[in-house]
Nanobody, 121 residues
Framework: QVQLVESGGGLVQPGGSLRLSCAASGNIFSINSMGWYRQAPGKQREMVATISSGGIADYVESVKGRFTISRDNAKNTGYLQMNSLKPEDTAVYYC???????????????WGQGTQVTVSS
């Protein structure tokens, strides 16, 4: 059983910063990609950022230059540093981890429970 526990969401004023964390635990052999998705009310869930096991990052255009994804492989933890936040960044943010549970086994995507980020004055 794999669990992803997110933390760091909250209410912040426009222009402010937040740092989200995502800790993966359980019977994990290795984690391939980790990612962050978000879903705003009335909108589809969208990919915000992903990072490979080797540290290659990808971002949705709207957050480039403002958000930074990172990971600590020793701790099975991912992070999303969000700067210069805008009201349109308001959403529930979900982390993902693509986990291999045994050597050479299949990779499964796991999701966190979500954390609310609200950007408002």
């Amino acid at each position: 059983q794999v669990q992803l526990v997110e933390s760091g969401g909250g209410l912040v004023q426009p222009g402010g910063s937040l740092r989200l964390s995502c800790a993966a635990s359980g019977n994990i052999f290795s984690i391939n990609s980790m990612g962050w998705y978000r879903q705003a009310p009335g909108k589809q869930r969208e990919m915000v950022a992903t990072i490979s096991s080797g540290g290659i990052a990808d971002y949705v255009e709207s957050v480039k230059g403002r958000f930074t994804i990172s990971r600590d492989n020793a701790k099975n933890t991912g992070y999303l540093q969000m700067n210069s936040l805008k009201p349109e960044d308001t959403a529930v943010y979900y982390c993902t981890a693509d986990c291999m549970l045994r050597p050479g086994g299949p990779v499964f995507r796991y999701w966190g429970q979500g954390t609310q980020v609200t950007v408002s004055s």
